[in-house]
């Protein structure tokens, strides 16, 4: 009789035995054992199983394999495209903020032409901004700021512009092609010009472009439309001093100048004024305006250009 093999090493050898990897001799010791032993034929019948059935579903299922590298393949994919794309997005906003910029408004110019040639100097204001560069689009040039960084902390610019090309405005100012520079006030003064006296809140607005109320101190108003030539009154609060009477109508004068001609039916304009305790009144009519700058006083609203020539010639900047 055979010496019996114990049950763990016949265990041990179950898998060699299964991929045919043991001799012969071995085999039959083996297959003894599992016809002697339940246990160890019922381990032996388990792992055959599990082995068919591993190869019954490659066999069944192949695709599934594929399908599972495929998609991991596309998840790399995804993740990647995420990551380049989130890369590419953070490099334009760099850019933009630090590189290209972006139009901005705060900054100041000087300008000066001579023979055609314009030259605009400009400095930022924010000192968070330097300048970048500036385009020109519906003859308008516009200039793009962007962030201070170690390569740029320039805030000044340098503009050269050849006025035979045409108006070009900047910072509300203009350049017209025959080199003449227009004054934001006196863009900003025909662009609100009043047909109608009656009209106060456009009355109003013309005030507070010139600085009325800031230069001279606050007033209340009384119309006179009743009867030509139609009259605004402006009725100051504050007292005047003898020392300051001259300046203050001479002022006023030029500001008359600039009500009369951007308010069309305005035939007169008149102020009230205290001074050393006596109520004063002037009265500065549309004649007197054209004694003055020599031309009809409403001739100076029929464009920008001819209101920048009335804010010369009556010394308002």
């Given at each position: 009789?055979?010496e019996?093999?114990p049950?763990?090493?016949?265990q041990?050898?179950l ?15 083996i297959r003894e054992h599992l016809?002697s ?10 792992m ?17 394999d594929?399908?599972?590298k495929?998609?991991k ?14 890369a ?6 760099l850019?933009k ?22 030259e ?5 204001y924010?000192?968070?901004y330097v300048y970048s560069?500036y385009?020109?689009?519906n003859?308008?040039?516009i200039i ?12 000044d610019f ?31 003064l025909?662009s609100?010009?009043n047909?109608?006296?009656g ?8 005030s ?23 009259g ?23 500001y008359?100048c ?6 069309d039916?305005c035939?007169e304009?008149s102020w ?6 006596k ?11 054209k ?5 009809d006083?409403?001739?100076?609203s029929s464009?920008?250009e001819?209101v920048?020539n009335?804010?010369n ?5």
């Amino acid at each position: 009789m055979k010496e019996r093999i114990p049950c763990e090493i016949i265990q041990d050898l179950l898998p060699l035995y299964i991929d045919g990897l043991t001799q012969d001799k071995t085999n039959e010791y083996i297959r003894e054992h599992l016809n002697s032993c339940e246990i160890c034929k019922n381990k032996y019948n388990n792992m055959t199983d599990k082995i068919r059935n591993e190869e019954k579903e490659k066999e069944i299922f192949p695709e599934i394999d594929y399908l599972k590298k495929v998609k991991k393949k596309n998840q790399k994919k995804v993740v990647f495209s995420a990551l380049a794309s989130f890369a590419i997005l953070i490099a334009i906003v760099l850019s933009k903020l630090y590189v290209f910029g972006f139009p901005i408004t705060d900054y100041h110019t000087q300008m000066s032409v001579a023979e055609q040639n314009a030259e605009i100097k400009g400095q930022i204001y924010n000192p968070s901004y330097v300048y970048s560069h500036y385009k020109i689009k519906n003859g308008n040039i516009i200039i793009y700021g962007c962030l201070s960084s170690v390569w740029n902390k320039n805030q000044d610019f340098l503009i050269n512009y050849d006025c035979s090309y045409g108006n070009i405005n900047i910072n509300r100012e203009t350049i017209t092609s025959s080199g003449k520079v227009i004054t934001a006030l006196a863009n900003k003064l025909y662009s609100i010009r009043n047909p109608y006296i009656g009209d106060m809140p456009a009355n109003g607005e013309i005030s507070e472009a010139l600085g009325i109320c800031k230069n001279l101190g606050n007033y209340t108003n009384s119309l006179q439309t009743t009867k030509e030539p139609y009259g605004w009154t402006l009725e100051f609060t504050g007292n005047v001093t003898k020392f300051n009477e001259t300046k203050f109508n001479s002022t006023m004068q030029s500001y008359a100048c600039v009500l009369l001609a951007m308010i069309d039916n305005c035939g007169e304009i008149s102020w009230n004024y205290v001074c050393d305790g006596k109520l004063c009144t002037k009265t500065f009519t549309a004649e007197d305006a054209k004694q003055i700058t020599g031309n009809d006083i409403k001739s100076y609203s029929s464009s920008s250009e001819n209101v920048q020539n009335l804010l010369n010639l009556v010394n308002i900047k």
